[in-house]
Nanobody
């Protein structure tokens, strides 16, 4: 069973930055496409960004384009989400998700088999 673990969430002021990290418990880390989703209070979970297993393709939700950057280091078996110019609207629980290869519809929740427990990001105004 693949376990997914996120870290890096925190309380930050608007305009600030955070970097989230995600690791998965498999020796075949570079076989998995990865994504970030988020769920704000009273909202549905939504796709934020995703990255291919080799790290050569990335996609972003319109709401975060130009502010967030997804990346991965397969030698460290870690994926990152650099979040800059944070806004109160970015306040949410952020979840990492993994799927074996494949990148189609990568911001759709039902494409992913493995999920972490989430890390909280709170942006104060």
């Amino acid at each position: 069973r693949v376990q997914v673990v996120e870290s890096g969430g925190d309380l930050v002021q608007a305009g600030g930055s955070l970097r989230l990290s995600c690791t998965i418990s498999t020796a075949a880390f570079d076989d998995y496409s990865l994504a970030w989703f988020r769920q704000g209070p009273g909202e549905e979970r939504e796709g934020v960004s995703c990255i291919s297993w080799e790290g050569d393709r990335t996609y972003y939700a319109d709401s975060v384009k130009g502010r967030f950057t997804i990346s991965r280091d397969n030698t460290k078996r870690t994926m990152y989400l650099q979040m800059n110019n944070l806004k109160p609207a970015d306040t949410a629980m952020y979840y990492c998700a993994a799927r074996h290869f494949a990148l189609n519809d990568c911001l759709e929740l039902d494409r992913y088999a493995y999920w972490g427990q989430g890390t909280q990001v709170t942006v104060s105004s």
